[in-house]
């Protein structure tokens, strides 16, 4: 903890002493930026270069969920945004966490708030997010280590000086689930305000024996000292509900792939009252920035968080034997605690050599995460399920079978020019150095300590044509790579401790046109090549294969903004083929190769408007294809539906239908027998107050 001190004190001393010698207000009342948006569509953002760029200038794919879009679609968690951004698949994650697969790479751990490494496996709220970012591709020079299909990157709601506003949500939805959320902020004098969300939400589904609770609170203190600005958030989570693992397969024609089981789209393969997970979480963020100097500007963010976290499943773990035959269970507890204390600093410096324009970003980051994790196997008093006579099992939890703590350390600097050769021609080029070290004990039986370290660069290109100032062609390079300690830190056999991390490489070329000031369309054609590559084993839910170098190459096309001053659309269209290089019968898991999502507001009036969106899913495998069998979860097509309406300036009302059509299909899945079922049609309610 000292180090730690001293560490968060060196970052913040140089901007601190600066400010003393600022006089200088901002005309400017919002404490802190967080982007521009018009309706659906971003004009710029920090996340893909930590500096703020338009879009257009980004020389990758990045798509943003602006806040009116999430207050449109009503969505209830960070599954039901990216369910509609091309190019995402949504994992179950053992109905403990979120959990999605870009660009072919699966991941629990690459998220990030306002930038900043936000890895621990569980559920993310909404309620004090003012928009979601999500980059494509490989990040280390921006974000460090990662699954390095690309990063989700929350951007919280900061305060503003500007005006007392309060704003309260309520909604209820046709299974019985409702929430509750408050959004104030209060000017506290003339340079200082805070900005109080808090959120209450009663868990419920289609799914049987389905409940729980989450709650969270998140006051955010700022202010305004002339050119600097210092802001203070304190977020608590309290999440607690059934761990839900769906339902499982069941075998075709011999030889062919197994499909999940139908008829059973309610039915609850677990345990009623044993299947829980829960979380607490205490999360204190600090940011400082401002100007240095004229063109030279600084930023600091210091983040600490402690998460208690713990899941208990009991689960199917093998296809039906028949439509009315048996199904094996297993069980495990699994609990988890993690500290993690992150400083993050970053200088950026706009200076002109001669003609050519250089926006210099320089940045040092260092992290030190500290775990434990548990892992009790459950002993069965059946270890099957009849479906002809369902009888649910007892459980008893036996000796440990998982004992672990870890500590990670890493340090990373960085530097990246986006250099500008006229107003046609951009490059952005940078290098990162990532010093990444692990050490750790295996504590069952004779404790196994275990230790390794990985240095790594990770360099990125992107060349950008400016034909016209709205349009832009780009080609970009990049690399990545992910320790052999894997998104979490649990352990590592003595075998890994050998390996070298896994490593990505990342080749796109796109074109992005802003069409009018509020539409862009944005296409993007990718290779992202993976080496020493591991997967989950389809066999066993605790261990990892390893499958050598894969390969996932697509296309994606994107539409974004208003079609007319009433019609907005946000959506798209993805083709991604995944697979172990030189073996095309080997496709990755939870790639569909075809994916087509698009959400269209259209107000007929100033008051009344409806909303119309559809997503559509090509088959794709749960698990890697290793086998004839695997299961191969089938294609479908969902439409879901709004209506709006605006009382008057203070109180707005809709109303949101999930499935319209009542499609039966599968959404999701972790792994061959656990596979998520669609739900059937429902709708929400909601109701808006602001003053």
Do not use: C
């Not at 919002?30 to 004009?43: F, N, R």
């Not at 090549?529 to 050598?548: E, K």
Request: aromatic share 10%; glycine share 8%.
């Amino acid at each position: 903890m000292k180090s730690r001190l001293l560490l968060s004190a060196a970052m913040l001393a140089f901007p601190i002493a600066a400010m003393a010698a600022e006089a200088e207000s901002d005309d400017s009342r919002t404490i802190i930026v967080t982007g521009k948006a018009d309706g659906y569509l971003a004009e710029n953002s920090v996340t893909a270069t930590k500096t703020d760029t338009p879009l257009l200038d980004v020389p990758q794919s990045i798509s943003v969920v602006t806040r009116e879009r999430l207050d449109d679609q009503a969505p209830r968690s960070m599954a039901d945004v990216l369910r509609y951004v091309p190019g995402t698949t949504i994992g179950q994650g053992e109905g403990n966490r979120d959990q999605i697969t870009l660009r072919g790479q699966n991941t629990t751990a690459d998220f990030f708030i306002d930038g900043v490494r936000d890895d621990v496996q569980y559920y993310r709220g909404l309620y004090n997010i003012e928009r979601v970012e999500i980059l494509k591709g490989p990040f280390a020079l921006i974000f460090g280590r990662g699954g390095s299909g690309g990063i989700i990157n929350r951007v919280q709601k900061t305060p503003s000086a500007d005006a007392l506003a309060i704003g309260g949500t309520a909604s209820v939805n046709s299974f019985g689930a409702w929430d509750v959320s408050a959004d104030i902020n209060a000017p506290v004098s003339g340079n200082a305000s805070l900005r109080l969300n808090a959120n209450y939400e009663s868990l419920d589904s289609h799914r049987d024996f389905f409940d729980g609770e989450r709650y969270a609170i998140n006051p955010y203190f700022a202010v305004d000292l002339g050119r600097w600005n210092l802001g203070l958030s304190y977020e608590y989570v309290n999440d607690d509900r059934v761990t839900d693992r769906g339902v499982p397969s069941i075998a075709t024609v011999a030889g062919q792939p197994n499909r999940p089981i139908t008829g059973y789209r309610d039915t609850f393969f677990g345990t009623p009252g044993v299947n829980r997970a829960g979380l607490e979480a205490h999360i204190v963020k600090a940011r400082l920035d401002g100007e240095l100097a004229e063109n030279l500007n600084w930023s600091t963010t210091l983040l600490y968080g402690d998460y208690d976290k713990y899941y208990t499943n009991v689960f199917a773990n093998g296809a039906a034997t028949g439509q009315s035959g048996t199904v094996a269970l297993s069980s495990y507890t699994d609990p988890t605690t993690r500290e993690n204390f992150i400083a993050q600093s970053n200088l950026v410096w706009d200076v002109n050599f001669g003609s050519i324009g250089n926006k210099i970003l320089l940045g040092l980051e260092y992290g030190d995460q500290d775990s434990t994790n548990q892992r009790r196997n459950g002993t069965l008093s059946s270890s099957t399920l009849n479906l002809a006579n369902i009888v649910y099992p007892t459980v008893r939890f036996g000796a440990l079978a998982r004992n672990t703590e870890s500590d990670v350390q890493f340090f990373s600097a960085y530097a990246q020019d986006q250099i500008s050769f006229g107003a046609h021609v951009d490059l952005v080029v940078g290098l990162r150095y990532d010093r990444f070290k692990i050490k750790g004990t295996d504590l069952i039986g004779t404790p196994r300590p275990f230790a390794r370290t990985d240095e790594k660069v990770s360099p990125r290109i992107g060349l950008i044509l400016k034909p016209r100032d709205y349009i832009s062609v780009y080609g970009s390079y990049s690399k990545s790579f992910l320790p052999r300690s894997g998104d979490q830190f649990l352990t590592m056999s003595a075998t890994q401790q050998n390996l070298a991390p896994e490593s990505f490489t990342n080749y796109e070329v796109g074109a992005k046109w802003d069409i009018r000031p509020d539409l862009n369309a944005t296409l993007a054609l990718f290779q992202l090549d993976r080496t020493n590559a591991t997967t989950p084993d389809p066999n066993n839910v605790t261990a990892t294969i390893n499958v050598g170098a894969t390969r996932t190459k697509g296309a994606e096309l994107v539409l974004t903004g208003r079609i007319t001053s009433n019609w907005q659309v946000s959506g798209g269209y993805t083709y991604q083929d995944a697979h172990l290089r030189g073996n095309g019968f080997v496709r990755s898991a939870q790639v569909p190769k075809h994916q087509f999502a698009l959400w269209n507001r259209y107000d007929f009036n100033s008051n009344v408007g409806a909303g119309i969106g559809v997503i559509h899913q090509s088959s794709q495998f749960a698990t890697i294809r290793t086998s004839a069998t695997t299961t191969r979860l089938p294609a479908f097509t969902r439409v879901d539906a709004a209506l709006f309406f605006k009382a008057n300036e203070r109180i707005e009302l809709q109303v949101n239908v999930e499935n319209l059509l009542d499609e039966t299909y599968f959404s999701d899945a972790h792994n061959n027998n656990n596979i998520t079922p669609g739900a059937p049609i429902n709708a929400r309610f909601t109701a808006r107050v602001k003053f």
